[in-house]
């Protein structure tokens, strides 16, 4: 059994970062789960870089689960350092390439012996670039149970309403006379835990899925449609998934008899329509989705499959190449936690720092007028949350 190590960007309590977090520690000799957005902010860079270092050394770890956000931490020649170092095999995921790869994801990738994607569409563009990829999305089952409750819920949909066409799409159906429950970030429900979402999803005939992701400001990246973990886990609770349309879908599922999908407004209406008269279609179709998905996703199972796709005996062609684009935001999280280093008192994370920014060459204005005023900004608004936690 391998001696793995796992860094993620968050551990959030019901995140897909649990679910992946139990697979490994069922099908590898866990030493330890990092948080390192938290972790690197308490060390800083020095100190994040050389734990990392004493933890692979002292336990021979062998396998590095990285789950690399759009943070910017950690720095790509840290990276090259433990693979050059150390007889370590690099297993990198990526939750969002949708509209992260161009940008982020495709530098981090060029360092991994494997990447974990979530989304068959895109290995494609990963393996153009000689960088080998597993996919699949595993999930904790016992996490997410079957439970045979009345549907005494028309049509729901759970999550943030804060990106594609979601809130349209919601006040549409409102206006023809749907009735719809709602929960999530933007809503007035707000967020809800896992439990209650499950719940909510094994009472509703029709969980709704949206696929339209944060745009950024960038307005082409409303036509990306991405498919996230909710159709898988509403079919782990045995309940019936509408889906908006998104490349990936169809290799997960069979359409039309374990999901089904829509392209607009009106075809989403549509649906629900028949659906909603339709109760022996629907009741059947979302048993043969709990059936796709309820051994095939387990986690572990996952896990064991991407253990077995990991060439351990083969060379992999890696490279640390560095464009401007990347190296512009990569400086301005080094701006960020430079500043940090200076207010903690941490002298080596700031020379650090100061090294890596001349290293990338990034400097740019912005660094000055955004990057170190939110650092003080973030400083000053943690120890005030602090002092008043103090007196609470």
Known sequence: MYNSLFINENLDKGSHSEDALKGISETTNLIEAINYSDL???????????????????????????????????????????????????????????????????????????????????????????????????????????????????????????????????NFLISKGIDIKVAGYGTKKGIISTEEKNMIASQTKINLNFTGVLNHDRSIYNRIKQPKGRPQEISLVGSFTLSEYASGLEEVFNIGEDIDL??????????????????????????????????????????????????????????YFVDSQFAYAHTSARFYYLIMSILHFNLRSMIKEIQSIIKYKGIRFKNFYYDIPRAFYHYLRDLFVKNKAGFE
């Open 262 to 319: 829509f392209h607009t407004k009106e075809e989403m209406l549509e649906k629900i329509n028949f659906y909603l008269k339709n109760d022996e279609k629907r009741e059947i179709m979302a048993s043969n989705a709990y059936e796709r998905v309820s051994d095939f996703y387990e986690t572990s199972n996952v896990v064991k499959r991407l253990l077995m796709n990991l060439k351990t005996d083969e060379k992999i062609n890696k490279t």
């Open 40 to 170: 690197y902010k308490l060390l800083g860079k020095y100190e994040f870089e050389e734990y990392i270092k004493k933890i692979i050394k002292k336990n021979n770890v062998e396998l590095l689960f990285f789950g690399i956000g759009a943070g910017m931490i950690i720095d790509i020649f840290f990276i090259k350092e433990l693979s050059e170092k150390f007889n370590i095999k690099i297993i990198m995921s990526f939750s969002d390439s949708e509209h992260l790869f161009e940008d982020i994801d495709r530098y981090y990738a060029q360092t991994a012996d494997l990447v974990w994607l979530f989304n068959p569409s895109l290995e494609k563009i990963f393996n153009i670039y000689g960088i080998p990829t597993f996919c699949s999305q595993g999930f904790d089952t016992k996490r997410y149970k079957k439970k045979s409750l009345k549907k005494s819920i028309d049509v729901s949909f759970i999550g943030g309403i804060n990106r594609g066409n979601r809130k349209e799409y919601i």
